[in-house]
């Protein structure tokens, strides 16, 4: 009888711990659609390879003319404006070469779906004739329901992923994702930076990693624990930086 009620409570313990520490952990909440936050993910980092769209030529009418270090399609990418951070301005792109002083999308975490739609059909962003509604409304989903803060998992001074296992990130990768990388983070042929070279910007790595690489096969690992992006990326900082 005691140990009964003492196995109840080990049991109570243990499920409290998995429930807790998986809510904690995970972006994930089991209410919204996850593959359309998934896709608006995608939309956000290249929306025209996304939906097969024609690859803008002129630069986006709201790029500053300051920034003449990237031109053309970039322009119009959301993440060029905003950021891998979602922290525009304040992020990562307070400086460098995506320098545009424009601000992120992370004041709108939480708005309203609707609010943030006629943000993204509006005159500054001119994409009205650009996208359909499903494209919108998953592009919204992601602002509103589907930014984490990239200042709980990633170090800003020393780009390093906070509490990374390498141990683990090591067996993660050489099952899930050295089929298409290779071991040392190579591959593809077409990729021009190694994997272990692509650290030098985490926030991105961790953006791809979550939702992953518009058109192509990719996975996205957004509706695991956390934790497991974070092993890998502290197993990607110790692959080879050069091809
Ligand atoms: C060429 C730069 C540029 C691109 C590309 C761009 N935006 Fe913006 N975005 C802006 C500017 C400028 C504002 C207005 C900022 C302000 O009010 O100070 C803005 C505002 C926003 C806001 C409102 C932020 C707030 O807190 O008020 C959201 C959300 C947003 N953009 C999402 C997107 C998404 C999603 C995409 C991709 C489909 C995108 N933007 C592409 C320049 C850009
Ligand atoms: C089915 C094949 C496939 C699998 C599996 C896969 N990836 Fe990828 N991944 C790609 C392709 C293709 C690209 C785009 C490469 C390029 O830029 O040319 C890519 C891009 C990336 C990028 C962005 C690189 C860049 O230059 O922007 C990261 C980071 C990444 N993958 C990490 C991972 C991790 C971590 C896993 C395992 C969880 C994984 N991938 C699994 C195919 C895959």
Not at 31 to 55: H, M, N, P, T
Request: include cysteine.
């Amino acid at each position: 009888m005691i140990r009964d009620f003492a196995n109840s409570l080990i049991f109570a313990a243990v499920s409290a711990g998995l429930i807790f520490g998986a809510a904690a952990m995970s972006p994930v909440s089991s209410e919204e659609d996850q593959g359309a936050i998934v896709r608006g993910a995608q939309l956000y980092d290249k929306w025209f390879a996304v939906i097969k769209a024609e690859k803008p030529k002129e630069n986006h009418p709201a790029w500053p003319a300051s920034n003449t270090k990237k031109k053309g399609n970039t322009t119009w990418r959301c993440k060029s404006c905003h950021g891998w951070d979602y922290q525009g301005k304040d992020g990562a792109y307070s400086s460098g070469s995506y320098l545009t002083g424009i601000k992120g999308i992370n004041g709108m975490a939480g708005a309203e779906l609707g609010k943030i739609m006629a943000v993204l059909k509006d005159d500054t962003h001119k994409l009205a004739d650009k996208m359909d509604e499903r494209d919108f409304k998953d592009l919204a989903l992601f602002v509103s329901k589907g930014q984490i803060d990239m200042n709980k998992y990633i170090d800003r001074a020393t780009k390093a992923p906070k509490g990374g296992d390498k141990a683990r990130g090591v067996q993660y990768f050489n099952t899930m994702c050295a089929q298409c990388h290779a071991k040392d983070g190579s591959l593809p042929k077409d990729m021009d930076k190694t994997l272990g070279k692509q650290m030098g910007n985490p926030w991105e790595v961790m953006h791809k990693i979550l939702n992953g690489q518009p058109a192509e096969e990719m996975p996205a690992l957004r509706a695991l624990d956390t934790q497991i992006t974070l092993d890998l990326m502290a197993h990607l900082s110790t692959l080879p930086k050069e091809k």
